[in-house]
């Protein structure tokens, strides 16, 4: 991974200096998943933030109506998702799954941990970007709901 392309990638990502990208991403690792693939099941106990460099995911949310599903987001190149369980070890609140081949970055809640000791500037400021992130997608659902009614 380059940092400059991921940081042409993530714009939240540009209030670092590219040294300070380069450590950031010695904790993260690449990965890629095929179309199709699914990243995370809802419920699922993994501890993990996804970065899209490329790709497209499907965040799917089960209904109470047996096997069917609630489509709740689709996300694609620039996008964090799953940013929710890098601090707290809850359960999947949903599914996520490629709809394209998609390129990741991915960061452990363990790793996302050593980064706050070792880089806490860093660390900082993605936790602010995480808080940035949540905030908007909290609003915009509750827009949705509001359209609903």
Avoid at 28 to 56: M, N, S
């Amino acid at each position: 991974m380059h940092a400059q392309s991921v940081r042409e990638t993530f714009r939240f990502l540009n209030k670092l200096t590219v040294s300070e990208l380069d450590h950031f991403l010695s904790f993260c690792e690449h990965r890629q998943v095929p179309q199709g693939t699914a990243l995370w099941h809802e419920g699922d106990a993994d501890c993990y933030a996804a970065f899209i460099l490329r790709g497209k995911l499907v965040l799917k949310k089960k209904t109470e109506f047996g096997s069917r599903q609630l489509i709740v987001g689709v996300h694609a190149q620039g996008s964090l998702v799953g940013e929710n369980n890098l601090l707290a070890p809850d359960p999947r609140p949903v599914s996520a799954e490629a709809i394209e081949t998609t390129d990741l970055i991915i960061l452990q809640q363990t790793r996302f941990e050593a980064l706050l000791v070792q880089a806490p500037q860093i660390g900082m400021q993605l936790l602010k970007q995480i808080s940035i992130s949540t905030s908007m997608r909290l609003t915009q659902s509750y827009d949705r709901l509001a359209a609903i009614f």
